[in-house]
Nanobody, 119 residues
Framework: QVQLVESGGGLVQAGGSLRLSCAASRTIFSFNVMGWYRQAPGKQRELVAA???????NYADSVKGRFTISRDSAKNTVYLQMNNLKPEDTADYYC?????????????WGQGTQVTVSS
């Protein structure tokens, strides 16, 4: 079983920055994709940013130019650097790890970390 442990959430003023961390219980290169999702109250969970095992990154339009996803393979950790935060970034942020093995898909989620941006 894979464990993903997020940290780094908190309360910040608009324009501020936070860095989220997601520590995996095994090598992050065992996953095809790792990503960050968020879910605001009353809204569906949405993809924020993702990084493939090959290093390709993908971002939601709403965070492009403000958020950066990165990884440290030595620490088995994926980060989400969030700059110029806006009140609409307020949500619970979840780390996700995905891999496929033959005809099966495996999806793992962290417990979530709360980000609150005040105006």
């Amino acid at each position: 079983q894979v464990q993903l442990v997020e940290s780094g959430g908190g309360l910040v003023q608009a324009g501020g920055s936070l860095r989220l961390s997601c520590a995996a219980s095994r090598t992050i290169f065992s996953f095809n994709v790792m990503g960050w999702y968020r879910q605001a109250p009353g809204k569906q969970r949405e993809l924020v940013a993702a990084i493939t095992s090959g290093g390709t990154t993908n971002y939601a339009d709403s965070v492009k130019g403000r958020f950066t996803i990165s990884r440290d393979s030595a620490k088995n950790t994926v980060y989400l650097q969030m700059n110029n935060l806006k009140p609409e970034d307020t949500a619970d942020y979840y780390c996700n790890a995905y891999y496929s093995d033959y005809d099966r898909d495996y999806d793992f989620w962290g417990q979530g970390t709360q980000v609150t941006v005040s105006s």
